[in-house]
């Protein structure tokens, strides 16, 4: 019965976040500043959300899998996987993702980019400071743990509802 039910939430995030298909906004780029505010607001949606769905492409086949790890490193939205996941192969064949996530049901975002496998140490460190449980399972120096972050300039994030316009951000 739980099994069933959530597959039957994760059917209806997905079917939600695909209700609206927003054009992007056409016009002047984002300063850096703007970019900035999005990003920060961004990262404040999924954190709250807490849990996010983390679209990739496997060969010809859609792949769709939860996420909970999000980050600012450096002035870049991060996420992290494990090396060894299959998702982890796709990301570096393909690094074109879309994730999306809904809270207080009625509220949902897509967020689209390119991301990036960055192994410097550091950044690992910093993924897994903010999340100290996931080092019981990956380490900074170990070879599984990946952090990749959203090239900057190829991400638009999109928070939608059922009661208000679209609102679009790029950076």
């Given at each position: 019965m739980k099994r069933t039910l959530a597959t039957l939430a994760v059917l209806a995030v997905l079917l939600f976040c695909g209700?609206?298909?927003?054009?992007?906004?056409?016009?002047?780029?984002?300063?850096?500043?703007?970019?900035?505010?999005?990003?920060?607001?961004?990262?404040?949606?999924?954190?709250?959300?807490?849990?996010?769905?983390?679209?990739?492409?496997?060969?010809?086949?859609?792949?769709v899998r939860p996420f909970g790890t999000v980050h600012i490193f450096e002035d870049k939205l991060y996420i992290q996987t494990g090396r060894k996941k299959n998702v982890a192969k796709q990301l570096l064949a393909n690094g074109k993702v879309e994730l999306c996530a809904m809270k207080d049901r009625s509220t949902w975002i897509r967020v689209s980019g390119v991301l990036v496998d960055?192994?410097?140490?550091?950044?690992?460190?910093?993924?897994?400071?903010?999340?100290?449980?996931?080092?019981?399972?990956?380490?900074?120096?170990?070879?599984?743990?990946?952090?990749?972050?959203?090239?900057?300039?190829?991400?638009?994030?999109?928070?939608?509802?059922?009661?208000?316009?679209?609102?679009?951000?790029?950076f």
């Open positions: 209700l609206q298909n927003v054009p992007a906004q056409e016009g002047v780029p984002m300063n850096k500043e703007e970019a900035k505010q999005a990003m920060q607001q961004t990262y404040n949606y999924l954190k709250e959300a807490k849990v996010y769905y983390l679209a990739t492409v496997d060969q010809d086949q859609p792949r960055d192994p410097r140490r550091e950044a690992k460190v910093s993924m897994l400071a903010e999340y100290p449980e996931l080092q019981r399972m990956y380490s900074p120096d170990d070879d599984n743990t990946m952090v990749l972050f959203f090239q900057p300039g190829t991400v638009e994030a999109t928070i939608s509802s059922f009661t208000a316009k679209p609102i679009v951000m790029k």
